[in-house]
T-cell receptor, first 115, second 116 residues
Framework: DGGITQSPKYLFRKEGQNVTLSCEQN?????MYWYRQDPGQGLRLIYY???????QKGDIAEGYSVSREKKESFPLTVTSAQKNPTAFYLC??????????????FGDGTRLSIL | GESVGLHLPTLSVQEGDNSIINCAYS??????FIWYKQESGKGPQFIID?????DKRQGQRVTVLLNKTVKHLSLQIAATQPGDSAVYFC???????????????FGKGTKLSVIP
């Protein structure tokens, strides 16, 4: 059945290493988003993409990069420039263009920790 | 209500009672609001949304109330069950452009604990 799949569920990063988090959706949604969640906090937007080959910075884009080569996929790379990467990362997607604004739906997240 | 720092406000409710979770939003220009439920280790789950041209919307066992005068949003859960125990987030969007994608600003959440 349709949904948003994030992998891996847990990820460990060594100092100076880039890591990539996967997000795949089979909902035929146009827009996709990446959020970061720290303990006891709300979600903060990292990047979002409205269509293939287009993406925009959110509130906390520094130290992160994304690509959108396919409609179904929106991978997030946490680069070595991100000095505090330990967090819970959430991917979301939304249908666009139909009856105005539509709710964002989320995957089950990737928990990233520093080794 | 919303918290500061790492300590989420907690609402403890007896099973079968009604729950009311409150949220003060920040921007008077916000025109779309949404409630999510997040269980431990999982992603947020959509509960209900409301547009600014409405002041009440009902779903299954849930009702969202919007008071634009005081910038206040509430989520009411009827006949609260143990499975309702989770952290609840409100989020707002300011000025949807119609382009498809949009930004949500999230509150810090309220933890609901249901006492069996």
């Amino acid at each position: 059945d349709g949904g948003i799949t994030q992998s891996p569920k847990y990820l460990f990063r060594k100092e100076g290493q880039n890591v990539t988090l996967s997000c795949e959706q089979n909902l035929n949604h146009d827009a996709m988003y990446w959020y970061r969640q720290d303990p006891g906090q709300g979600l903060r937007l990292i990047y979002y993409s409205q269509i293939v080959n287009d993406f925009q910075k959110g509130d906390i884009a520094e130290g992160y990069s994304v690509s959108r080569e396919k409609k179904e996929s929106f991978p997030l790379t946490v680069t070595s420039a991100q000095k505090n990467p330990t967090a819970f990362y959430l991917c979301a997607s939304t249908l666009s263009g139909v009856d105005g604004i539509q709710p964002q739906h989320f995957g089950d997240g990737t928990r990233l920790s520093i080794l | 209500g919303e918290s500061v720092g790492l300590h989420l406000p907690t609402l403890s409710v007896q099973e079968g009672d009604n729950s009311i979770i409150n949220c003060a939003y920040s921007n008077s220009a916000s025109d779309y609001f949404i409630w999510y439920k997040q269980e431990s280790g999982k992603g947020p789950q959509f509960i209900i949304d409301i547009r600014s041209n409405m002041d009440k919307r009902q779903g299954q066992r849930v009702t969202v109330l919007l008071n634009k005068t005081v910038k206040h949003l509430s989520l009411q859960i009827a006949a609260t069950q143990p499975g309702d125990s989770a952290v609840y987030f409100c989020a707002e969007n300011m000025g949807y452009s119609g382009a498809g994608s949009y930004q949500l600003t999230f509150g810090k959440g309220t933890k609901l604990s249901v006492i069996p």
